[in-house]
């Protein structure tokens, strides 16, 4: 099961980015790996994850923007949650 949310992750660090990233499955690809995830209202997502803090705009569709993917991969970068460093 783990082996699926590596892939989702490693899905967010491809180049070129893809335009066909579902946010639901990032999300518990994210959670899977120990990150808290609040839904707002405001179509957000709040990803919470080593005490740092990090705001997802999700779209009315069910795909990450590609803007939104760069700005997720950095924030991943920065809290070390990439695909070499997880199992």
Do not use: C, W
Not at 58 to 63: A, D, P, R, T, V
């Amino acid at each position: 099961m783990s082996h699926r949310h590596k892939v989702k992750i490693e899905k967010l660090f491809e180049h070129p980015t893809s335009g066909n990233i579902d946010a639901n499955k990032v999300l518990a690809a994210l959670e899977h790996y120990g990150a808290k995830v609040e839904l707002t209202k405001q179509h957000r997502a709040k990803i919470f994850y080593n005490d740092k803090e990090f705001v997802l705009a999700l779209s009315h569709k069910s795909n990450l923007s590609k803007d939104a993917i760069l700005k997720l991969r950095h924030f991943l970068e920065e809290v070390e949650l990439t695909p070499e460093k997880i199992d």
